[in-house]
């Protein structure tokens, strides 16, 4: 099957994908408002059952401190099923869509999450529709979402990869780099480094005590000369704070670091580095924590070859499918870092996530559903 047969398909039912998606933004998720998540992971699972029918299994793993995690089952042809990822949960506060509601003007659609990643989602949905009214054979299906992406994936990563490592392949639907599928992604690691110094009075004793706050200045500088652009790493220093009042040399101080490097080989330089500081003022101490929160995502052959098969599936459509590296991370780095194949960037055409102008095109819509379409269809 071509993916223009789905976009003829798709094409007619386009008002009633946009109706999904507006009903699906009209759902906020906040990833910090357990009840809100709550609430839309409970819609995604009734529109889910209306529009594909029931799952052959259904298994919610219920998360204390984040939004549960649905893992559902659909069957197809062959025997190994293939991953499709899809997070639900936003950025964006409760109450948020009050003030900003989904949108649709001309070809773009507007509103909390609708690029990152709602649209991602019903195209995923859309596409199996437009296979099973043409009657095209695909895969099985395993479709997990998650309600904490957004914050780390911290509750959610062990299930995506215990699911991943079931699956031939895995297809991510986060949006879409300016119409690019993305084929590498950066690691992220999170650090603070707390300072502990010795506390006096700033003004009767000024070298009585070893401020923290002088010493941080130093670490500051070291970890950010750590920067290196050439080989894709970059360390910010994001959050600074310390001491406790102006007249009171500083007995604490700590920083929290961003780190995003492109290869394993920078990651292990980094880590090194930080847990290698030193202070100069010897009478503080220096203690490094964190991790890495997401592994690198690198284009292996098998990335290379995914992206091959999308853009042999995407000629039909006139479109010249591009690929790129991006240095924002997700759940795609846990599933390829443990050896299964990724394709990811196959949701929204749009911009702005994390943004007031964030937004998604319908066209967009179409075009990456009839895409996922045809990739579905050569799996089987």
Known sequence: MSARAAHEWLSRHREEMVAD?????????????????DECLRWVCGWLDARLGEPAEHTRLEREDAGNVVIRRYPGSGAEPLLLLAHYDTVWSTGTLAGWPFQVDGDRMSGPGVFDMKAGLVQAVWALRALDALGVARPPITLLLNGDE???????????????????AALVFEASADG???????????????ITGEEAHAGLDPTAGASAVV??????????????????????????????????????????????????????????????????????????TGDWNRPVFER????????????????????????????????????????????????AVGAGAHARSEHATTTGMLERSALTAA??????
Request: net charge negative.
């Open 21 to 37: 998606l507006a009903e699906y933004v009209n759902h906020e998720s906040s990833s910090d408002d357990l009840a809100a998540l």
């Open 150 to 168: 957004e914050t780390g994936s911290l509750g959610s990563s062990d299930a995506i990869v215990t699911e991943a490592q079931k699956c031939r």
């Open 180 to 194: 690019a599928v993305k084929t590498a992604r950066k690691g992220v690691g999170l650090f603070t480094v707390t």
């Open 215 to 288: 010493e941080l200045a130093h670490q500051v500088l070291r970890c950010q000369a750590l920067t290196d652009l050439d080989a894709g790493t970059s360390v910010n220093v994001g959050v600074v704070s310390g001491g406790t009042r102006a007249n009171v040399t500083a007995g604490s101080a700590v920083a929290d670091l961003d780190v995003r490097v492109a290869t394993s080989a920078e990651a292990e330089r980094i880590d090194a580095a930080l847990h290698d500081l030193r202070p100069v003022n010897p009478d503080t101490q220096i203690t490094v």
């Open 300 to 347: 292996t052959p098998c990335v290379a070859e995914l992206y091959e098969l999308a853009r042999e599936c995407a000629l039909p459509l006139d479109l010249d499918l591009r690929e790129t590296a991006v240095g924002g991370a997700s759940d795609g780095n846990f599933v390829q870092a443990a050896g299964i194949p990724v394709l990811d960037g196959l949701g």
């Open 375 to 380: 990739v579905l269809a050569r799996f089987a």
